[in-house]
């Protein structure tokens, strides 16, 4: 798993001078590779297990911004939405 992330992180490596880097940060919609590759990993449990990163930390932050989830937890939380809806319509 540690050469997965190691290889991800490759693809953004980048190095510039401070004033060329300034520029792109102005001028390019993208993130810096730096960013682009430690924002995702920083969000990925795995990561942090595999690196050992101290709970809360910048790289293994508490909340961590999950976009899909597998379909049991999706479906505790629809029966979550619709319990927690249903009792607030009838208020």
């Known amino acids: 798993a540690a ?4 290889s991800f992180a490759q693809l ?14 102005l001028e390019d919609m993208h ?3 730096p ?3 430690n924002g995702v990993v920083s969000q990925n449990a795995d990561f942090a297990r595999v690196f050992g990163c101290p709970k809360n930390s910048a790289m293994n932050p ?3 911004c999950q976009v899909w989830k597998d379909s049991t937890t999706h479906q505790t939380l629809a029966a979550h939405n619709s319990s ?3 009792s607030s319509s009838s208020s």
């Open 35 to 37: 960013f682009r590759a």
């Open 12 to 25: 953004w490596c980048e190095k510039g001078r401070k004033r060329s880097l300034q520029s792109r940060v």
């Open 62 to 64: 508490d909340f961590k």
């Open 3 to 6: 050469f997965f992330f190691t």
């Open 31 to 33: 993130s810096p590779g």
């Open 84 to 86: 927690s809806s249903s």
